[in-house]
């Protein structure tokens, strides 16, 4: 009979009682296009393509002059969420961030026409200070822009940026260098999200 090489992936959910598990994300969600990206970090896989880790291995090596630019947003109207897809044996995860930024100005709806005509990687900070990264090399993400200037003197001005992407797991842990356009964060040795530029 032949071998049978589909061992378990699996493990135990540990939760000590009376950790608090802090909800939301950080105001700075990082972003750029795929095709600024030479080099992808690495979901660890084992012979059957089976991930077995959540933490992404390597750093992101962008293409010449190319970097991670960012979006301020308003955490309480923010967000990331990960659900499930498909079927059996074809399910994965659909990755989400709801990212709100507070203007309707020209530089906000200029930016518009970058996500919508580009497939975004998107990096988001959680109140850990983790990175976690929606999109990935193997499937095409969708971006969609919506404005609002407001509606009488209460109303509230705003661009929503919706990022979507497939992955196998939900929002990969991402520890390596993040390049952008006022340096390097989380720079190898310094710890997730302690390099110059981690935003609270």
């Not at 979006?71 to 109207?77: G, T």
């Not at 074809?90 to 930024?101: D, F, G, P, R, Y």
């Not at 929503?160 to 797991?169: P, W």
Request: charged fraction near 20%; include cysteine.
């Amino acid at each position: 009979m032949p071998k049978n090489n589909c061992s378990p992936v699996e493990g135990s959910l540990h939760w000590c009682e009376g950790k608090p598990v802090l909800p939301g994300i950080r105001r700075r969600i990082y972003y750029t296009a795929k095709s600024n990206i030479a080099v992808w970090p690495l979901l660890p896989v084992d012979a059957n393509g089976r991930p077995t880790s959540a933490v992404l291995q390597g750093s992101f090596q962008m293409a010449a002059d190319k970097v991670f630019h960012y979006i301020d947003v308003l955490v309480d109207k923010s967000g990331l969420t990960s659900e499930a897809q498909g079927e059996k044996p074809s399910q994965t995860q659909l990755n989400k961030i709801t990212a709100v930024h507070p203007a309707v100005d020209e530089q906000a709806s200029l930016a518009a026409a970058y996500f919508n005509n580009n497939d975004i990687v998107s990096l988001v900070q959680d109140m850990d200070g983790k990175f976690r990264m929606v999109g990935n090399e193997k499937w095409q993400g969708n971006a969609t822009v919506a404005q609002d200037n407001g509606q009488g003197a209460t109303g509230t001005a705003s661009t929503t940026v919706n990022i979507e992407h497939t992955d196998l797991i939900p929002a990969p842990f991402y520890e390596g260098e993040i390049v952008t356009e006022d340096g390097v964060i989380n720079e190898q040795g310094s710890g997730s999200g302690s390099g110059s530029g981690a935003n609270s």
